[in-house]
């Protein structure tokens, strides 16, 4: 079974509107991390935001929140005031902490276009 | 935040040699770094864990002797693609773990263009 389930191949959002990029994660481990991360066309991997599974609050960083519902392994990724900048590849990623591996494993990714 | 250099940042090579792509962390030191492969439009593979001090772990179907992974600091590894074929040919990104680290962040260099004529 798929670890990082990304539905979205690709998503099209308007200058200055809200997006969500969905992720739905399978594991076992009650102590896990989930990772959302941006490749630009460079390809050059950036980190956008973190949230541990005990973590109460959603997580936030400036324009990236992390939509986390545990009960249905959810953690989508919300843009707000989306700027042209931010087209690129966006990956969701997890590491289970209880398992010992180190590995992030890594959804198939969402396309996003921020359309003028 | 960390930075993780790569270099080269591109290369290409003809069928049958070798190529040595380094990844350092720049400004924290990494026990565990770890080697990545990305096909066009499809998503990032491990390769291998790279541990200072000690062997690499590869995952299951990466050939050891091919991709050769050293660990000689606690801020440099080194992935040597050996013999390399066009079949090698990919976006090769390595990743490093602050060993000082507040929630496991995990920082990517830029990448490796590998083409193999």
């Known amino acids: 079974a798929q670890k990082i389930t990304q539905t979205q191949p690709g998503m099209f959002v308007q200058e200055k509107e809200a997006v969500t990029l969905d992720c739905t994660y399978d594991?076992?481990?009650?102590?896990?991390?989930l990772f959302w991360y941006k490749q630009p066309s460079s390809g050059e991997m950036i980190f956008l935001i973190y949230?541990?599974?005990?973590?109460?609050q959603n997580a936030t960083e400036g324009r990236y929140s992390l939509n986390f519902q545990k009960a249905r392994k959810s953690a989508n990724l919300v843009i707000s005031a989306s700027q042209l900048g931010d087209s690129a590849m966006y990956f969701c990623a997890m590491r289970e902490f209880q398992t010992g591996a180190n590995n992030l494993f890594f959804g198939t990714g969402t396309r996003l276009t921020v359309i003028p | 935040g960390a930075v993780v250099s790569q270099h080269p940042s591109r290369v290409i090579c003809k069928s049958g040699t070798s190529v040595k792509i380094e990844c350092r962390s720049l400004?924290?030191?990494?026990?565990?770094m770890f080697w990545y492969r990305q096909f066009p439009k499809q998503s990032l593979m491990l390769m291998a864990t790279?541990?200072?001090?000690?062997?690499?772990?590869?995952e299951q179907g990466v050939e050891k002797d091919k991709f050769l992974i050293n660990h000689a600091s606690l801020t440099l590894s080194t992935l040597t693609v050996t013999s390399a074929h066009p079949e090698d040919s990919s976006f090769y990104i390595c990743?490093?773990?602050?060993?000082?680290?507040?929630?496991?962040?995990?920082?990517f260099g830029p990448g490796t263009r590998l083409t193999v004529l």
């Open positions: 990743s490093a773990r602050p060993d000082q680290s507040s929630y496991n962040e995990q920082f």
């Open positions: 400004d924290f030191q990494a026990t565990t």
């Open positions: 790279s541990n200072e001090g000690s062997k690499a772990t590869y």
């Open positions: 594991t076992s481990d009650q102590s896990y991390g």
């Open positions: 949230q541990g599974s005990y973590d109460e």
